[in-house]
T-cell receptor, first 112, second 114 residues
Framework: DAGVIQSPRHEVTEMGQEVTLRCKPI?????LFWYRQTMMRGLELLIY????????DSGMPEDRFSAKMPNASFSTLKIQPSEPRDSAVYFC??????????FGSGTRLTVV | GDSVTQMEGPVTLSEEAFLTINCTYT??????LFWYVQYPGEGLQLLLK???ADDKGSNKGFEATYRKETTSFHLEKGSVQVSDSAVYFC?????????????WGAGTKLIIKP
């Protein structure tokens, strides 16, 4: 198995632009999580899905952030419009019944 | 709600030293416990886990024992290497409280000097 695949690995964008991060979970996993990691705030859970349905999005910082999971093999996290304070590493992780997540390599987002 | 507390870092050791990183937790139910490791520039990787009291998780020379009486899951390694330098995260999963979300500690940065 190729593991959890995230794209792009690095993204540099200008303030105000739309950014879309992508994630392909491990086949057969029924949970998908989006995290954000910064030096100041550490690891933050943004949203998670179970069987493609969003369960808890209370960690999404504001309406500029949205996430979708149209099918079991794909999810997106969108930021529109982006701001410099959104600069962080964004991780996607998947799991089966929550017993040990598998993380992707992350997307390092820089908003200038 | 559930929580995980880790010792603050950074922890700096010389190669071949003994390592302990403390982790304690509070939980409503009977959680599973995990240690994850994050090497520079990479995502988090599952290092080891334990699902019930007195279980010992082990991997790559690291060990941790699920101690229900002290609500602890301390990470240990007998002889560290420079390649062990990374950030280590303790976490728990409590189906009764968090619905399979992982509750994370703040992470402990480990620096091993040759």
């Amino acid at each position: 198995d190729a593991g959890v695949i995230q794209s792009p690995r690095h993204e540099v964008t200008e303030m105000g632009q739309e950014v879309t991060l992508r994630c392909k979970p491990i086949s057969g996993h029924d949970y998908l999580f989006w995290y954000r990691q910064t030096m100041m705030r550490g690891l933050e859970l943004l949203i998670y899905f179970n069987n493609n349905v969003p369960i808890d999005d209370s960690g999404m910082p504001e309406d500029r952030f949205s996430a979708k999971m149209p099918n079991a093999s794909f999810s997106t996290l969108k930021i529109q419009p982006s701001e410099p304070r959104d600069s962080a590493v964004y991780f996607c992780a998947s799991s089966f019944y929550g017993y040990g997540y598998t993380f992707g390599s992350g997307t390092r987002l820089t908003v200038v | 709600g559930d929580s995980v507390t880790q010792m603050e870092g950074p922890v700096t050791l010389s190669e071949e030293a003994f390592l302990t990183i403390n982790c304690t937790y509070t939980a409503t139910g009977y959680p599973s416990l995990f240690w994850y490791v994050q090497y520079p520039g990479e995502g988090l990787q599952l290092l080891l886990k334990a699902t019930k009291a007195d279980d010992k998780g082990s991997n790559k020379g690291f060990e941790a024992t699920y101690r229900k009486e002290t609500t602890s899951f301390h990470l240990e390694k007998g002889s560290v290497q420079v390649s062990d330098s990374a950030v280590y995260f303790c976490a728990l999963s409590d189906p009764m409280d968090s619905n399979y979300q992982l509750i994370w500690g703040a992470g402990t940065k480990l620096i091993i000097k040759p």
